[in-house]
């Protein structure tokens, strides 16, 4: 079935470094959502990408979605203890789901 | 304010009893989920319904049931037919059922069955 692979499944970065995750569909997707999931707390959604090739940013959060749409990254410049969390994302799948990838988990070395 | 809410925060049962999880929202959205979330992985779907009195398996629904009697609620009843229930259960909505709407979710409901 249709799958969505992230990784790293974890990252540990000084602050101040950057920090970056991928995702990768085993098909083409229409588009692609990205949430932040902080420690204890539940997913916040952070964007949609829809067309291909796009790259939108946040601050110091940078989204791309792949020329072939099966891939995205989110990249992170100068990490804060605040972006401390699990990013995750998630792309359509059968019927009216999203199909999600196991997250990556960002993580802050004191 | 607009939200989700899910109580309790955290919940423990003996093995063998059925357990309800509540979900609540007021942001008048169609839809809303069930989701199931295990240590490093990420959300498994239980149960989606579209519109009021409609309800969709996801990949993981054995072992549990929905009723969607109101548009505000989606309660979950974990029965004692679900092998492992011990988890992290996110209640989340959106506008519609479609992939391209953003998803809201509530706070979360820990359940720990012993």
């Known amino acids: 079935g249709q799958q969505v692979m992230q990784i790293p499944q974890y990252q540990h970065v000084q602050e101040g470094e950057d920090f970056t995750t991928y995702c990768n569909s085993s098909t083409t997707l229409s588009n692609i959502q990205w949430y932040k999931q902080r420690p204890g707390g539940h997913p916040v959604f952070l964007i949609q990408l829809v067309k291909s090739g796009e790259v939108k940013k946040q601050k110091r959060l940078t989204f791309q979605f792949g020329e072939a749409k099966k891939n995205s990254s989110l990249h992170i410049t100068a990490t804060q203890t605040t972006d401390v969390g699990t990013y995750f994302c998630?792309?359509?799948?059968?019927?009216?789901?999203?199909?999600w990838g196991a997250g990556t988990k960002l993580i802050i070395k004191p | 304010d607009g939200g989700i809410t899910q109580s309790p925060k955290y919940l423990f049962r003996k093995e063998g009893q059925n357990v309800t999880l509540s979900c609540e929202q007021n942001l008048n959205h169609d839809a809303m989920y069930w989701y199931r979330q295990d240590p490093g992985q990420g959300l498994r779907l239980i149960y989606y319904s579209q519109i009021v009195n409609d309800f969709q398996k996801g990949d993981i629904a054995e072992g549990y049931s929905v009723s969607r009697e109101k548009k505000e609620s989606f309660p979950l009843t974990v029965t004692s037919a679900q092998k492992n229930p011990t988890a992290f259960y996110l209640c989340?909505?959106?506008?519609?059922?479609?992939?391209?709407?953003?998803?809201?979710f509530g706070p979360g409901t820990r359940l720990t069955v012993t």
């Open positions: 998630a792309g359509p799948g059968e019927g009216y789901q999203l199909i």
């Open positions: 989340a909505s959106s506008i519609r059922t479609s992939a391209v709407y953003e998803q809201y």
